[in-house]
Nanobody, 120 residues
Framework: VQLQASGGGLVQAGGSLRLSCAAS?????????MGWFRQAPGKEREFVAT????????YYADSVKGRFTISSDNVKNTVYLQMNSLKPEDTAVYYC?????????????WGQGTLVTVSS
């Protein structure tokens, strides 16, 4: 499975961005779900959101709940992260990932990052 993230950029605080992660390969037969992580400068990578392919269930980090929405297009094999009401502290490199089980602590595949910069 290969994951290709895109959609990052520079936005002012309060603005919006939509990230995309296109998956190639046997994504449905081998992966249970997809998700987004981020890593800010000088900080550890942190979980942002995840979605199950089969039932569309989602789960979010508290820091983004109510502002970010993860969704999937099963025809296009693509997962999106709609980010609204962005804050400077959302500035980070965002990574998409895939997992093989329902356990959101274990991730098997990673895409390259896309940089999101939120100016104050």
């Amino acid at each position: 499975v290969q994951l290709q993230a895109s959609g990052g950029g520079l936005v002012q605080a309060g603005g919006s961005l939509r990230l995309s992660c296109a998956a190639s390969g046997r994504i449905f037969s081998s992966k249970y779900g997809m998700g987004w992580f981020r890593q800010a400068p000088g900080k550890e990578r942190e979980f942002v959101a995840t979605i199950n392919w089969s039932d569309g269930r989602t789960y979010y980090a508290d820091s983004v709940k109510g502002r970010f929405t993860i969704s999937s297009d099963n025809v296009k094999n693509t997962v999106y992260l709609q980010m609204n009401s962005l804050k400077p502290e959302d500035t980070a490199v965002y990574y998409c990932a895939a997992r093989e089980t329902i356990d959101i602590r274990t991730w098997s595949d990673w895409g390259q990052g896309t940089l999101v910069t939120v100016s104050s």
